[in-house]
């Protein structure tokens, strides 16, 4: 009986160790076999390492600036790099937009590229970003000039459209489809002060008072803003029955246009900015009469390159007060 048991509990030893080595042995193989990581591509960073280039835009609420932040994405991703983007939740917040240059400027960007909501409310940044030795480039909306001179610092270069010109080929879509009948017509602005919208107005409104036929009835702001351009619109056929266009300084403004048109029952020309995929449907639905479509993506992409090759080269930081390139990126006339 005595031996019964002893040769139990030795095989229920044995069955233990041969358990015990069988689980060390599967251990071993599978951390043997789990799957590796790929071989980084030449110039490629490891999502652990911290990007060197920010890019601040104006908000993603708007589906330009969506188009750009995809950009600037897709060329670093062709060059190899990771760069931060950032945006405010609204064209209105000008102070969280200084708050977030401000917060990269205790990260450790080497290069910032940046779209001011407005000429001035980026200026304290840039000035300290100048003087840290950081790169930059402004994109889009142009920072003024005079003041940033007088604040010490400089960018790069400025990518944008010209935006006179923009404004100037609207216009002159509008004209030659009104004929030498010509008629009443009126703008719908950007927001007050901002330049790209303010210089949109200005080449479309000269195209329209060196016309004859053409009666400019009405030039006013609706802020970017679809509902506001709508309300806007609205008052203005109202007041002129008779209206036969509109230019407006974006597609969002364009399309609240649009609707207000469609609304009152009139047939009215309305041309908007941006070639964003909604004002470009409808345009081939008849809403819109044409879109002025810039090119945000490349936009983005050029003012990236800008940056990259700065810093790849090493090149020395503009001085204060010199003249500061400007990289123009033309616009196409949208009409089907």
Known sequence: MKK???LMSLLVLLVMAVGLLAGCGSSSSSSQNQPTAPPKEEGSQSAAEEAEIA??????????WVA?????EAKAKELGIKVDVYAVQSEDD????????????????????FAPISPVNLIPAVSEA????????NIDEMVDMN???NAGANVLALVTTDNVKVGEKAAKFIVEKLGPEGGKVAVIEGKAGAVSGENRKQGATDVFKSTPNI???ASQPADWDRIKALDTATNIIQSNPDIKAFY????????GVAEAVQNLKKDILVVGTDGIDEAVQAVKEGRLAATVAQDPAKIGATGLEILVDALKNKVPLPEVGAEVEVIPVDSILITE
């Open 215 to 217: 009666d400019l009835v």
């Open 94 to 113: 000008i102070q969280g937009q200084l708050k977030l240059f401000e917060d990269c400027l205790s990260k450790n960007y080497k290069a910032i590229g």
């Open 248 to 255: 407006c300084a974006n597609d969002t403004m364009a399309l």
């Open 55 to 64: 890019m601040i835009l104006k908000t993603l609420a708007n589906p330009f």
């Open 130 to 137: 100048y003087k840290k030795g950081i790169y930059m480039v």
């Open 4 to 6: 019964a048991k002893k």
């Open 68 to 72: 750009m932040k995809e950009g600037i």
């Open 147 to 149: 003041e940033m001179k």
